[in-house]
């Protein structure tokens, strides 16, 4: 069996606003390392899968920038999507293109804006998962709650399934949406939830009739796409009459052969500032701190300093992001108020600032 | 008599970083309107006094700066220090040159970097003092306080002098250095202490003859510096040379006859980002804010945004102020402590932020 990558790097995350804009989004910054978000989800699968089975479906828009930050994928690797219309249209597309290259492919399908300290354990996952799908069941990775957060969906594991690759395999019992606190402590408590993490293994031909049963006219309206091609004049409207949809919503509730690994590895999507400074060491003061910085009776922040100095007082447990055009300083505990800033920046067509 | 105007703007304040920087100190920005508080000092008694009448003495490296803010005053009546030696030689200095071209000039001795609400007031307070300083009385106006500052110094009223312009006068029983918190209440307790406001008021022969009592090496050194000219090669070390002096030290405490009239004018030294902040309107959020800011849940805060977008979430009594290069994040009650990181600065020798 042929392993593929297939990066969904088409997001516009705005709560890492004001470095994630409109036109350069959460993936394609530097947020964790030199390298950037979608780089790094490159390297973590390299060691396991050739660069010419390696897909990026991303916005038209960013087209050029994910050739740029990743210049050894083949050109038509490289997929610009006309509008976003979720995670399914895209998976699919991969699975369409492959079915002839590769019968047996198995495709990962990696969101590109994710953090993931223990490489190695991730890799080990992957190729259990790929093993598992090579039974014929759609595979997810669950990540095993540290803390009870509302803001992922849940995994609930069913009956066990042989071990792959040294790890636990379960039947996935059902997909929950994002759970209020209590519930989300009792998952916690129980050991047998996990936060869904997006990613999906699992072979073309599998969910392409996966896709037949439970999204046909999605398939039948991608078919169409892929004959066309992509230069087709028709590309984009043929795009845009697709149904905005999930591939946890559109198939894997839906569908019957679904597994689940968990996996512990320091997993996190980076979905707010304080995300961000949870995962990155901290300094004897216990900052996170990126460029010029001097800090009087400052601890427990994260400071970005782009060109300018940051000169702070007193600050603690605060988030301070300076970009080139905009500044954005607020609690930790409010990064996720900064959805708000933006709704406000669209309130006022501020586009420059989005 | 001819009434003069001897502003002093040589200072280089840095609590106003960084805003305020070694080479555009605090007096040559607008702080609390469109005009600069040089300019504002000057407008302040423009009415009393004719724009032939006004001297500036500041650093040298500022007299294109003040030629600029304050076009109208004549070119040889901006005059540059070499450094800065205290209050005392250039008020001494502008008696010298005074004393030729009016033997009954009165001076008014005004810092270029206070802000005085009430003109009116303050200018009727300014014409009696002259009137006092006519009856060969050093002058102060001492400003009635409004709270226990500990930041400025006091001076005790003795007994009571005939009223002037319909003003209270009374003589200075001793000037009081800073006090500590204790002693701050006390003196605004009783009601006969007064802020020292730096404003003294003064003929021109009088200082002369309290200068040769008092600091006659320094009368006598600047007596050579005028006869020899501000071009002369030689005003620099002979500049050099004279005692790092206050008016205060130097003369006031020292004098007989002194008298100050107080004065409820909701003057302002501006001696932080904080005190700004006390003097402006606030909008409805009770934040002062200047340029483009966009804030979520944000109160009672001194915002100034220089070109780029200011966002903020969840601040409350906090300053921020963003300049081309540098930014300052600190609580209210803080402001003060931005002090150290100019020193830090200082210590870095980042002279390009200072």
């Given at each position: 069996m042929g392993l593929y990558a297939i990066i969904l790097a088409g997001g516009s995350g705005t709560r890492l606003w004001p470095r994630s804009?409109?036109?350069?989004?959460?993936?394609?910054?530097d947020l964790v390392s030199e390298r950037t978000m979608l780089q790094e989800t490159y390297e973590r699968i390299a060691p396991l899968i050739p660069v010419q089975n390696v897909f990026v479906i991303t916005g038209w828009r960013y087209v050029d920038d994910v050739r740029a930050q990743l210049?050894?994928?083949?050109?038509?690797?490289v997929i610009g999507e006309p509008?976003?219309?979720?995670t399914a249209p895209p998976a699919a597309l991969a699975a369409l293109l492959l079915r002839e290259r590769d019968p047996n492919a198995v495709t990962f399908i990696l969101p590109a804006d994710h953090v993931i300290p223990d490489e190695q354990t991730f890799r080990t996952a992957l190729v259990a998962a790929s093993q598992v799908a090579n039974e014929n069941y759609l595979v997810t990775l669950g990540i095993t709650p540290t803390f009870p957060e509302t803001g992922y969906g849940y995994i609930e594991a069913g009956e066990p399934l042989s071990d792959a690759n040294g790890l636990k395999v379960f039947r996935v019992r059902r997909f929950l949406e994002k759970p209020i606190l209590e519930k989300a402590q009792e998952f916690l408590a129980s050991g047998n939830y996990f936060w869904n993490s997006g990613i999906f293994i699992w072979r073309a031909d599998k969910i392409l009739e996966e896709f037949a049963k439970y999204q046909p006219a999605m398939r039948a309206q991608l078919e169409r796409i892929v004959s066309e091609?992509?230069?087709?004049?028709s590309f984009s409207s043929n795009w845009g009459a697709l149904q905005n949809e999930t591939l946890d919503y559109g198939i894997m509730e839906k569908a019957e052969r679904v597994a689940v690994i968990p996996l512990d590895?320091?997993?996190?999507?980076?979905?707010?500032w304080a995300a961000l400074f949870d995962l990155m060491e901290r300094d004897a003061s216990d900052n996170v701190v990126h460029g010029n910085h001097i800090g009087v009776d400052t601890q427990s922040s994260y400071i970005f300093a782009n060109k300018r100095l940051v000169a702070t007082i007193g600050l603690e447990n605060m988030v301070v992001v300076d970009t080139e055009d905009a500044l954005l300083i607020c609690p930790k505990e409010r990064a996720q108020d900064v959805k708000k800033i933006v709704d406000e920046l669209k309130r006022r067509k501020a586009n420059d600032y989005l």
């Amino acid at each position: 069996m042929g392993l593929y990558a297939i990066i969904l790097a088409g997001g516009s995350g705005t709560r890492l606003w004001p470095r994630s804009r409109a036109e350069h989004p959460k993936q394609f910054l530097d947020l964790v390392s030199e390298r950037t978000m979608l780089q790094e989800t490159y390297e973590r699968i390299a060691p396991l899968i050739p660069v010419q089975n390696v897909f990026v479906i991303t916005g038209w828009r960013y087209v050029d920038d994910v050739r740029a930050q990743l210049p050894y994928i083949p050109e038509t690797q490289v997929i610009g999507e006309p509008e976003g219309r979720g995670t399914a249209p895209p998976a699919a597309l991969a699975a369409l293109l492959l079915r002839e290259r590769d019968p047996n492919a198995v495709t990962f399908i990696l969101p590109a804006d994710h953090v993931i300290p223990d490489e190695q354990t991730f890799r080990t996952a992957l190729v259990a998962a790929s093993q598992v799908a090579n039974e014929n069941y759609l595979v997810t990775l669950g990540i095993t709650p540290t803390f009870p957060e509302t803001g992922y969906g849940y995994i609930e594991a069913g009956e066990p399934l042989s071990d792959a690759n040294g790890l636990k395999v379960f039947r996935v019992r059902r997909f929950l949406e994002k759970p209020i606190l209590e519930k989300a402590q009792e998952f916690l408590a129980s050991g047998n939830y996990f936060w869904n993490s997006g990613i999906f293994i699992w072979r073309a031909d599998k969910i392409l009739e996966e896709f037949a049963k439970y999204q046909p006219a999605m398939r039948a309206q991608l078919e169409r796409i892929v004959s066309e091609g992509f230069d087709a004049a028709s590309f984009s409207s043929n795009w845009g009459a697709l149904q905005n949809e999930t591939l946890d919503y559109g198939i894997m509730e839906k569908a019957e052969r679904v597994a689940v690994i968990p996996l512990d590895v320091g997993w996190n999507d980076v979905g707010s500032w304080a995300a961000l400074f949870d995962l990155m060491e901290r300094d004897a003061s216990d900052n996170v701190v990126h460029g010029n910085h001097i800090g009087v009776d400052t601890q427990s922040s994260y400071i970005f300093a782009n060109k300018r100095l940051v000169a702070t007082i007193g600050l603690e447990n605060m988030v301070v992001v300076d970009t080139e055009d905009a500044l954005l300083i607020c609690p930790k505990e409010r990064a996720q108020d900064v959805k708000k800033i933006v709704d406000e920046l669209k309130r006022r067509k501020a586009n420059d600032y989005l």
